[in-house]
């Protein structure tokens, strides 16, 4: 279950809320009570957000400004960026619905299987590495990015194309760490990282530096 309370179908629902409500579960289901989407997601990243419809429906529609017409980017390159941004940021939610939305997009499984080790990787060509390379400057480096990748990118991408790029894929690191911190969709798990207890009976703890480091003799 998220961090954070649901808010159920309901008559005082904002025009927001009921509409996103209606779209993805069907206008007599409440996603509350009755969870699940068409991509296998419990659906509750929208439950949570609708606590602040205004919250919502900025996030709405920055979702439908990364798919407008008007943009120049590819959405190939988009999609890849986005994708990486979920694997580097450890959002399983993020990397999972992207991957799925580069299936969507017409590119090959072993392309998609290939992103997280896109750097050892012959499936990529060289706007996809590069593309790929900056992504990992914006999410592992904090938008530290090299001259070099840089001016690499900007052998292949026009600025109006780097701009939508930073901020799409910006923009979807903010939600895979929100999704994270929230514990929405799949990123609801334990956490991997725990002390692994000794057998019992075992020592309570065995400093191997210090027994490696004893005198000899």
């Not at 205004?54 to 960026?81: C, I, M, N, Q, T």
Request: hydrophobic fraction near 40%; include cysteine.
């Amino acid at each position: 279950m998220p961090r954070l309370r649901q808010v159920p179908r309901a008559d005082d629902n904002a025009p927001i809320v009921t509409t996103m409500y209606d779209f993805l579960f069907g206008a007599d289901r409440d996603p509350v009570a009755e969870p699940g989407t068409e991509t296998g997601t419990p659906g509750d990243w929208w439950t949570v957000f609708a606590l602040v419809p205004d919250v919502l429906d900025h996030a709405v529609k920055g979702f439908a400004l990364y798919r407008s017409p008007k943009r120049l980017l590819d959405p190939v390159l988009r999609e890849l960026g986005q994708t990486r941004a979920g694997w580097a940021r450890g959002s399983q939610f993020v990397f999972s619905q992207h991957c799925k939305s580069l299936r969507a997009l017409g590119v090959p499984e072993e392309k998609i299987e290939a992103v997280p080790g896109w750097q050892v990787s012959a499936q990529f060509d060289e706007v996809e590495r590069t593309v790929l390379a900056y992504t990992d400057a914006l999410v592992l480096d904090g938008g530290r990015v090299a001259d070099a990748v840089f001016d690499a990118l900007r052998e292949h991408l026009s600025d109006e194309q780097i701009l939508e790029l930073t901020y799409i894929t910006a923009l979807y690191d903010m939600h895979a760490v929100m999704s994270r911190a929230l514990r929405t969709e799949f990123d609801d798990r334990p956490e991997p990282i725990v002390e692994v207890p000794a057998p019992e009976g075992g020592a309570m703890s065995y400093d191997v530096g210090a027994a490696t480091s004893a005198p000899q003799g």
